[in-house]
């Protein structure tokens, strides 16, 4: 069973960057697909992006430019690059893993494993 653990998160300001972190143990993260997603207070938790197991990516629309995600299997990590961030994108971001590949992948109930989340503030 894999056990996932993000970092990387804090406060910034306006315009700001941050590289959040998923590290895996337990199982070896580059035969899960990863997504990212993220939950502000009192609103759903919403989908950020997905990486496959080969090098597929898929992104929320409204997102898409501004976030990458991305592998580093010799570290078992997926890492989510965020720039430009705006104060709407403040949130508790979670990784989270699942290996059949399940067609809705922006759908938090396709994933079987994930992390306890990090938060992201930002500031305007």
């Known amino acids: 069973q894999v056990q996932l653990v993000e970092s990387g998160g804090g406060l910034v300001q306006a315009g700001a960057s941050l590289r959040l972190s998923c590290a895996a143990s337990g199982g070896t993260l580059s035969t899960y697909f990863v997504g990212w997603f993220r939950q502000a207070p009192g609103k759903e938790r919403e989908f950020v992006a997905r990486i496959s197991t080969g090098t597929n990516t898929y992104y929320s629309d409204s997102l898409k430019g501004r976030f990458t995600i991305s592998r580093d299997n010799a570290e078992n990590t997926v890492y989510l690059q965020m720039n430009n961030l705006k104060p709407e994108d403040t949130a508790v971001y979670y990784c989270?893993?699942?290996?059949?590949?399940?067609?809705?992948?922006?759908?938090?109930?396709?994933?079987?494993?994930w992390g306890q989340g990090t938060q992201v503030t930002v500031s305007s």
């Open positions: 989270a893993a699942e290996k059949a590949g399940r067609y809705f992948y922006s759908r938090a109930t396709s994933y079987d494993y």
